[in-house]
């Protein structure tokens, strides 16, 4: 725990710690690398390469800073981290890496400045920080593991069965190779997928883009022409394959209620909307699915939506837009006014796609009134503001 001299020492270097946070968390990544090659794999390159993950670290630690007097916020502000966190893996052993490479390119960046008492109290406070993070990741390891068909660290899935849902949207039912039956995850969540690459090790999350029926899961892949997890998926995996799954996260799920829903996706953002709307129509309540797409070819799911729709006229409604071409409801993009006709009254909102797509339509949502609180979305990578570049 702080002393109140660390307390102080904390407040009064904090500003130019802060100052120094982007450079420190640059630093920080070769160096833990460099240090630990063992943890590199859970790591996303390119969430490296555009800063994304050095950003989110740094937020959260002075976030942390900010708001840790007051515990209930903490962990709200957590929440997202936990999450990531427990679907790769994250273990109490990782936390000491971390910490000894955070304090050393504190100690580069600073240089003298860092006198061993500031150090101590960083120290201390990081302690404190991963120590409520291990509480918090802890308890849902165990959470999940005593659900009925819950586990812990890897498990090895078999791939049962795939499906292309458009020219680059592939869809890989997982069957675990135990036999046994598999947890429910609530719809709107991710899991974490460990593949392996030439012997290699390599992580990514994926949305569930099914509900749960305690037997397998389904993820939806699209296949970006350089990336190595989605290439290895659509290039190199065949039904009977095996990778390894980790527990299923995400707090993009569905707030219990009776108001209608916007759910509007864009590209393969489409894959958390689609258990969404299954759970809320078994629900009694009225969906507006809202989906864009760049044109008929890399539309996905559109049989699987027409069905859904069909089995729920009253309750669903449908609207497709795609960028080029004449095969939508809507040609060209979703904005405020295509919403501003489409918007339930007292709707909650969920939207997933692209930074811009989710930026654009969080400002005309908010524009229309819709408050915060009933705005709901999640990044494909790192979380950072809507209205980052
Ligand atoms: C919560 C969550 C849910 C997700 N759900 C889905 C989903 O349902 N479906 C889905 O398809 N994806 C989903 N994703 C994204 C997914 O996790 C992967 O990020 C995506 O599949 C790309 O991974 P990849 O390995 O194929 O590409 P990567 O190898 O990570 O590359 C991605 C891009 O970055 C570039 N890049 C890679 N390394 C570097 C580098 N060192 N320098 C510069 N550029 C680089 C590549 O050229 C490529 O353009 C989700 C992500 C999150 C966080
Ligand atoms: C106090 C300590 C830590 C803090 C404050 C922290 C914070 C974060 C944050 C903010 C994110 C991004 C969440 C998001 O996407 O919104 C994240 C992701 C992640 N964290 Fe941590 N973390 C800590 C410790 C660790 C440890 C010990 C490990 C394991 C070595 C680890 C591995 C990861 C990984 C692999 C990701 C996903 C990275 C990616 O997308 O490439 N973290 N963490």
Redesign the pocket.
């Known amino acids: 725990m702080l002393t109140q001299q660390q307390e102080q020492l904390i407040e009064s270097t904090a500003p130019v710690v802060a100052e120094h946070l982007g450079a420190i968390t640059q630093r920080f990544y070769p160096l833990m690398f460099a240090r630990y090659p063992e943890v590199k794999p859970l790591f996303?390159?390119?969430?490296?390469?555009?800063g994304g993950q050095p950003r989110a670290l740094a937020g959260a630690v002075l976030a942390y800073v900010q708001l840790r007097q007051n515990r209930e916020k903490v962990r709200e502000v957590l929440a997202t981290v936990v999450s990531?966190h427990v679907s790769l893996d994250i273990r109490p052993e990782h936390y000491p890496i971390v910490g000894e490479c955070l304090m050393a390119a504190i100690g580069e960046v600073l240089g003298d400045a860092v006198t061993p008492k500031i150090a101590d109290a960083w120290s201390t406070l990081y302690e404190e920080l991963a120590g409520l993070l291990i509480e918090l990741e802890d308890h849902r390891y165990l959470e999940f593991e005593r659900r009925p068909g819950g586990w812990r660290g890897p498990r090895e899935f078999r791939i049962a069965d795939i499906r292309q849902e458009s020219t680059v949207?592939r869809s890989f039912v997982l069957a675990p190779v135990d036999g046994g039956p598999v947890a429910e995850h609530a719809p709107g969540q991710?899991i974490g997928v460990r593949l392996t690459i030439d012997g290699e090790p390599?992580y990514?999350?994926?949305?569930l883009?099914d509900v749960p029926n305690g037997k397998h899961y389904r993820?939806?892949?699209?296949?970006?022409?350089?990336?190595?997890?989605?290439?290895?998926l659509h290039d190199a995996m065949a039904v009977g394959d095996t990778l390894e799954l980790l527990p299923p996260a995400?707090d993009l799920t569905l707030q219990d209620g009776d108001e209608p829903l916007l759910l509007a996706s864009g590209g393969?953002g489409q894959?958390?909307m689609l258990p969404l709307a299954r759970q809320a129509l078994a629900q009694g309540r009225r969906v507006v699915y809202l989906h864009a797409a760049l044109d008929a070819q890399h539309h996905a799911f559109r049989d699987e939506i027409a069905a859904l729709a069909e089995a729920h006229p009253e309750q669903l409604r449908t609207v497709m837009v795609h960028e080029r071409g004449d095969q939508a409801d809507h040609i060209g993009r979703i904005d405020r006014e295509l919403l501003a006709q489409l918007l339930p009254a007292n709707a909650r909102c969920y939207y997933v796609g692209p930074q811009g797509f989710m930026g654009a339509i969080d400002k005309a949502l908010a524009e229309l009134g819709v408050p915060v609180e009933r705005r709901h979305y999640?990044?494909?990578?790192?979380s950072r503001p809507l209205d980052a570049a």
């Open positions: 996303n390159d390119a969430h490296q390469a555009d990531k949207i991710y390599l990514r999350h994926y949305s883009s993820i939806s892949v699209k296949r970006e022409p350089q990336g190595r997890a989605s290439r290895h995400g393969v894959t958390p999640e990044h494909f990578g790192p």
